[in-house]
């Protein structure tokens, strides 16, 4: 018994059934590839959005004034949650949280709240660092620091990679 035509019959079948291998009936394939309604994101400026998320930022400058660590367990930093859109870190004292919006460059801090501890050093760190955060507008990587500026363009503070 030859199975040959079975064989044949039973491969025509499965091509012609196999999803995305045929059009439905009284659909016309579409000239427009999937890939027109996407949004337009460079690789460079994806490489970068992941780098500013999940990355522990280590505060460097309020605006052009240097911070000085004296504590390192505490020292001011953020970090922005990938997936939960919270951001977390220190003041320079007490404990940070909020949350974040990121569209391209721009990016919006909100709800940030802090622990209430007093601490011998990094309050006045704290007292300029978390207020600020709320009149970001935009963000910037240049190699291992990152910028966070205002409206104007203004640098608020400068960060660098905590390691």
Not at 3 to 11: E, F, G, L, S
Not at 125 to 148: D, H, N, Y
Request: net charge positive.
């Amino acid at each position: 018994m030859d199975r040959t035509p079975r064989v044949v019959a039973a491969v025509a079948l499965l091509a012609v059934s196999a999803p995305g291998c045929s059009k439905p009936p009284g659909k016309a394939a579409s000239t427009v590839p999937d890939t027109a309604a996407a949004p337009k994101v460079t690789a460079a400026s994806a490489a970068a959005a992941t780098e500013l998320r999940g990355t522990n930022w280590l505060l460097v400058a309020v605006g052009d004034k240097p911070v000085t660590v004296t504590d390192s367990n505490r020292a001011a930093h953020i970090i922005l949650q990938p997936n939960s859109k919270q951001v977390a870190g220190s003041g320079g004292c007490n404990r940070m949280f909020g949350t974040y919006e990121l569209n391209g460059d721009a990016l919006r801090f909100t709800g940030v709240g802090a622990t209430k501890m007093a601490c011998k050093d990094g309050m006045d760190t704290e007292a300029e660092f978390l207020p600020l955060l709320s009149r970001v507008t935009q963000w910037k990587i240049a190699g291992q620091q990152l910028e966070l500026s205002d409206s104007t363009g203004a640098v608020l503070a400068r960060f660098e990679v905590r390691k």
